[in-house]
């Protein structure tokens, strides 16, 4: 599943529930699995049956948010993220993912709200860091970005994501040297980063 290996992994998935009938979290890992596999109907319908008998499953309530915004029902979604949230309240993926949502849907209040509430709980987190970093992008805040991507790759240091944005971030503030020296740490983990060596030409463009 995490290799994106979706008519594999859900020959073993269905070869799990042979063996282990009625496990809500095999259950839930098929559900993402036929999502992989964009049959959103089947997909629903394992959801909606976990919760029948477990209203309050977290992955089942995670699956059909995730289904509506494939669908672009993104208020659908929104509600389904505050009713995870009124189970638990410092869940990280439902704090981030209406911080996001908020934004999107231009009330940055909200959305700030959010993401306070997901730092107290998970500062010391590199997805939260990256995700504070990466609406601050989207505001144009590249300051603000930068220092919450620091914290991001201070927790980890080869942190993909984190050095991706930040090359972008180094670009707008027309750091070129920056962003070759943070591109070259993304190129040498992975030579075919394409991102990587795009900022990386824009950045030589630059600088002629």
Request: proline share 1%; no cysteine.
């Amino acid at each position: 599943f995490s290799l994106d290996e979706y008519d594999m992994a859900y020959d073993f998935v269905e070869k799990a529930l042979l063996y282990k009938k009625n496990d809500i979290n095999i259950e839930a890992l098929k559900g993402f699995i036929l999502i992989g596999l964009n049959n959103v109907e089947d997909a629903k319908n394992t959801f909606n049956n976990i919760l029948k008998d477990n209203p309050n499953d977290i992955n089942a309530k995670f699956g059909l948010a995730e289904i509506e915004i494939v669908q672009g029902r993104l208020s659908v979604a929104s509600n389904i993220y505050k009713e995870i949230l009124s189970i638990r309240p410092e869940n990280k993926k439902a704090l981030l993912a209406m911080a996001l949502l908020e934004y999107q849907g231009r009330n940055p209040k909200n959305a700030s709200n959010y993401l306070k509430t997901a730092l107290k709980f998970h500062g010391n987190d590199e997805v939260t860091s990256y995700f504070a970093a990466y609406i601050n992008v989207l505001a144009e805040k590249y300051d603000v970005a930068e220092a919450y991507l620091d914290t991001a790759l201070k927790i980890k240091n080869d942190y993909s994501d984190a050095l991706s944005l930040l090359s972008y971030v180094l670009y707008e503030g027309e750091r070129y040297f920056e962003v070759i020296k943070t591109a070259d740490r993304q190129i040498a983990k992975n030579k075919k980063d394409g991102t990587s060596w795009y900022i990386k030409a824009l950045a030589l463009l630059k600088l002629g």
